[in-house]
């Protein structure tokens, strides 16, 4: 997302989950009804001088602090969160 800034990009990322959320997965098979289904996002900025695989990394460390925060939720690189999931 370019020229996004990361507010904007949690929030962009806040409404793909919610989305996913309430979805309504189908087996097609059966037409059986299934869970719901939900996903972690870790969001992170593109800074100056900072190289593409840095900004992944940094994506990455957002993802897996996601999930250690219970899952089924969205961490920016600015939110205190971070710091709980990675400390511990």
């Not at 990455?60 to 969205?74: F, H, P």
């Not at 920016?76 to 710091?83: A, M, Q, S, T």
């Given at each position: 997302?370019?020229?996004?800034?990361?507010?904007?990009?949690?929030?962009?990322?806040?409404?793909l989950r919610?989305?996913?959320?309430k979805?309504e997965?189908?087996?097609?098979?059966t037409?059986?009804?299934?869970?719901?289904?939900?996903i972690?996002?870790?969001?992170?900025?593109?800074?100056?001088?900072?190289?593409?695989?840095?900004?992944?990394?940094a994506?990455?460390?957002?993802?897996?602090?996601?999930?250690?925060?219970?899952?089924?939720?969205?961490i920016?690189?600015?939110?205190?969160?971070?710091?709980t999931?990675?400390?511990?």
């Open positions: 997302m370019p020229r996004t800034p990361l507010r904007a990009a949690v929030d962009v990322a806040e409404q919610l989305a996913v959320k979805a997965l189908v087996r097609r098979s037409g059986e009804k299934q869970n719901c289904l939900t972690s996002i870790g969001v992170a900025a593109l800074h100056a001088r900072t190289s593409p695989q840095a900004l992944i990394e994506a990455d460390v957002c993802l897996y602090a996601a999930k250690r925060s219970g899952r089924n939720c969205v920016g690189e600015r939110d205190e969160r971070l710091l999931a990675v400390a511990g």
